[in-house]
């Protein structure tokens, strides 16, 4: 029997309660394929499903990881398409943080030569919201301004890249010079540091009245800040709450200027809409593989530190994407 590693919550609470068990693996069923894990993505989210701060709360004990990237090592029966040594890339919603994983045989999706495991394990979740939010809730248009909180972080970046392609003029709005400089690294046009500077004073300065699109995955009291920052007929795409608090946003603001405050739940629309999603995912893959889009490499940790990969994460002490490699 093959024993393998998984990253286990036994019960909710902090990262550190985490523990790497051996175990069996189990068997490969009909219609699926056991994927051996390069890297497995760490996602704010992931940390938010294990101190049970999620809006969905799996049963326990459970392995989180939701995106995994590697290559498939074993086809179950009623499989086609698929050969061992295939490089692919898989979203599993939990059970990333392991040796294998085992998917149905429609789910791995085939990475193309030029995207590494780690950048492919941190691409799917986070380049998937960025397209969804830009192509489909809005429509972000050539030289429009688009301005990104978080912008050093996941889902951050993911929008500045996506910003660039559609022909948009960003400003990476982040905390600190190193995660400034990543920005810059990563071709924002502008960059403003909201840990010191004025935002909306130097959005508006930037942007030469106000943005057209804001993009927010942190929340706190910045949401606001953003909302007031949008130009004419601005829209505020609201992602995410990385600051822990839920804004409350007035709403004489959103009618000042003709402004538009859009939810985007990418996870819960792909769930619903799995054939919409395969095609915007497909979208997206072809412009890396045409190396119109460019993920960024992730720091990797290895498994058996995914409590502290996540931690370091919470505590905002890792700049970019991050990964657990094994
Ligand atoms: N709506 C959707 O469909 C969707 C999809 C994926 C993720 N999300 C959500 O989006 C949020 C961000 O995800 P992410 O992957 O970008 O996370 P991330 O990589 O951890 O980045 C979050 C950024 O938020 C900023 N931040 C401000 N206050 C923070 C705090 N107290 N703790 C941690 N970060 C803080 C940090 O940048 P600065 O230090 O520069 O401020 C950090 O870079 C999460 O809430 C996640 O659940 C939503």
Request: glycine content about 12%; hydrophobic content about 45%.
């Amino acid at each position: 029997m093959l024993i393998v590693r998984a990253v286990v919550c036994r019960e909710l609470g902090e990262p550190e309660t985490l523990e790497v068990v051996e175990r069996d693996a189990p068997p490969c069923g009909p219609g699926q394929v056991r994927i051996r894990v390069r890297a497995a993505g760490v996602n704010y989210v992931d940390a938010l499903f294990v101190q049970g701060r999620y809006q969905i709360r799996p049963p326990l004990p459970f392995v989180p990881g939701s995106e995994v990237a590697g290559e498939v090592v074993e086809i179950g029966t009623e499989v086609d398409g698929w050969s061992t040594g295939d490089r692919v890339l898989a979203s599993v919603g939990l059970g990333g943080f392991a040796d294998e994983v085992l998917v149905a045989g429609s789910v791995p999706v085939r990475l193309p030569a030029s995207v590494s495991y780690g950048q492919a394990a941190t691409m799917g979740q986070s380049y998937s919201t960025a397209w969804f939010a830009l192509q489909r809730r809005t429509v972000l248009a050539p030289g429009e301004w688009i301005v990104v909180a978080g912008a050093a972080g996941g889902l951050g970046l993911a929008f500045l890249d996506v910003a660039r392609l559609l022909g948009a003029q960003t400003v990476a709005a982040a905390s600190g010079p190193d995660r400034l400089r990543l920005c810059i690294e990563r071709g924002a046009h502008e960059v403003v540091d909201y840990s010191t500077d004025d935002l909306k004073s130097r959005v508006r300065e930037i942007t030469g009245g106000g943005a057209d699109v804001a993009a927010d995955p942190v929340g706190g009291p910045n949401a606001e800040v953003l909302l007031r920052s949008l130009g004419e007929g601005g829209r505020l795409l609201v992602l995410g709450f990385a600051a822990g608090d839920i804004p409350r946003l007035p709403a004489n603001q959103v009618l000042l200027r003709n402004r538009a405050v859009l939810g985007v739940d990418w996870g819960a629309w792909a769930l619903t809409h799995p054939e919409d999603q395969h095609e915007l995912f497909a979208e997206v893959l072809a412009a890396v593989d045409e190396r119109r889009l460019t993920p960024v490499e992730p720091t990797a940790y290895p498994l058996d530190e995914a409590g502290s990969a996540l931690r370091d994460l919470l505590e905002r002490r890792v700049v970019g994407k991050v990964c657990l490699t094994n």
